[in-house]
């Protein structure tokens, strides 16, 4: 998990839009981000998105219409969502946010090209859970 670089920008304010689904962030550097819920729920640094390393990755799909429904302060670093399909590991550290509101850009390409390469809709249902054990490879 990215921790806070010395001198990164912090939040100043963060402001969660239900309607139109977008966390606003304002930093310090007077840079200011709406950062798509689903954006957030695919990017999740949760282990259960992320795999156990690199090439474990699960593609996420059907988060299109993903809501918040809580946000929470880990600390003076970090916050930790609950995302309305019940997704709540995921900790997003300051500059996790500061990325995801930068490379917003770069990020919806990049899972276009692994929604692309599985074969699979953004929208199509997400497998059910219990094919995969952790340990078990």
């Not at 609950?82 to 997704?87: A, I, N, Q, V």
Request: aromatic share 8%; net charge negative; glycine share 12%.
């Amino acid at each position: 998990m990215a921790g806070l670089k010395s001198g990164a920008p912090t939040p100043q304010s963060i402001t969660l839009h239900s309607q139109s689904r977008v966390l606003e962030v304002g930093f310090s550097d007077g840079a200011t981000f709406r950062i798509p819920f689903e954006l957030m729920r695919i990017y999740s640094p949760s282990a259960e998105v992320q795999g156990h390393g690199p090439g474990q990755e699960v593609l996420q799909t059907g988060k299109r219409n993903v809501g918040l429904i809580d946000l929470q302060p880990v600390g003076n670093y970090a916050v930790q969502p609950t995302f309305s399909d019940g997704h709540d590991s995921g900790i997003f550290s300051w500059d996790l946010l500061y990325e995801l509101g930068t490379r917003q850009d770069d990020l919806w390409a990049e899972y276009e090209r692994r929604l692309a390469a599985a074969g699979v809709d953004r929208d199509a249902p997400m497998p059910e859970k219990g094919g995969h054990a952790c340990g078990s490879h």
